[in-house]
Every structure is written in structure tokens, then in C-alpha cells.
């Protein structure tokens, strides 16, 4: 069996792609609700902040800083999806491995994690995250995407700077 090595800092903020396994299928943006769904219940608990997020038709990006005294993203990636594939009445594994590992299929197995090092490589990510959909073609200008944390970022932005 492959192992992984996580880097796992209490308190950290990390930088996420998670896919599902058909990379045609368009689940996350047809079934939003649900998806937002499963990560309030995650959230609620299992605390995290939401920094950054993107929900593309098949893969999302997100940016997460966890609890200070907290570093597992894996049981909330976990649980989040769990949720989700359930809430499409997803229960039948597709092969061996996923049946022994109770997955039903909708998900890649494993996901992508990058512990967000200084400013810049926030910066870095976080502009990845608007810019995806405009990179896949789905829109022109990120903000005329309706998946991503980019608007309320432009809300916080107005209301600090007094604009709204």
C-alpha cells in the first residue's frame, strides 16, 4: 500500500483539490446545496475557517486554516464527502478496493494538500482559486462565476472600505 506523507501543523492553513472520480461529471456545481450542506454539518463539528473556495463542475479548490490546536483535515475531507455522496443516494461501491474501503465512487480517493507556507504562497493560492474558472473556460472574468468565495471576499472588501 502507498503511504502518503502529510505535513500536519496544529493551526495551519492549508491549500486543497479535491476531484471526483468521473472527471465529465458536472455533480458539485448541478447539486451545490448539497455540497454547502455537508460542510456546515463538517464545520459545525469540526470547526474550521473557510478562507477560500472555488466549486468547479468536477473538482473544487479551497483554502482551510484549522483550530490551533487541530491539524486533521483528512477525518473533515472525510466526513464532507461521506455527506455528500449520501445526500445523492450514492451507495453502491463501484469496485473491490471501494467496497472494502465502504467508498461509493463519486470521489477520487484521495485528495491534494498544500500547507500554506508565508503571505505570498496565500497569495498564490488564493488567486489560483478565483482564477480556475476563467482557466477551465466557464467564464471570462472570475467574477462572473458563481462558485467561488470571490464575492463575498468583494463584500467584506466594500464593507471595510465602506463602499457598502
Not at 35 to 57: C, G, K, S, W, Y
Amino acid at each position: 500500500m502507498t503511504q502518503y506523507r502529510r505535513w500536519r501543523r496544529n493551526g495551519a492553513t492549508y491549500f486543497f483539490t479535491v476531484n471526483l472520480a468521473d472527471r465529465s461529471a458536472a455533480a458539485l456545481v448541478d447539486h451545490i446545496d448539497q455540497l454547502r450542506a455537508a460542510v456546515r454539518v463538517t464545520r459545525h463539528e469540526r470547526p474550521f475557517q473557510i478562507n477560500a473556495a472555488v466549486i468547479m463542475p468536477n473538482h473544487l479548490h479551497t483554502i482551510w486554516t484549522l483550530p490551533h490546536d487541530d491539524s486533521d483535515f483528512s477525518t473533515r475531507w472525510r466526513l464532507i464527502k461521506t455527506r455528500f455522496s449520501r445526500s445523492l443516494g450514492a451507495k453502491q461501491p463501484v469496485g473491490r478496493s471501494q467496497r472494502e474501503k465502504k467508498e461509493c465512487g463519486i470521489w477520487q480517493r484521495r485528495f491534494w494538500e498544500h500547507m500554506i507556507r508565508d503571505d505570498a504562497d496565500y497569495a498564490n493560492h488564493l488567486q489560483y482559486c478565483w482564477e480556475n474558472p476563467v482557466k477551465h473556460g466557464f467564464v471570462t472574468r472570475a467574477v462572473d462565476w458563481p462558485y467561488s468565495s470571490l464575492h463575498r471576499d468583494m463584500r467584506l472588501a466594500n464593507r471595510f472600505c465602506g463602499d457598502g
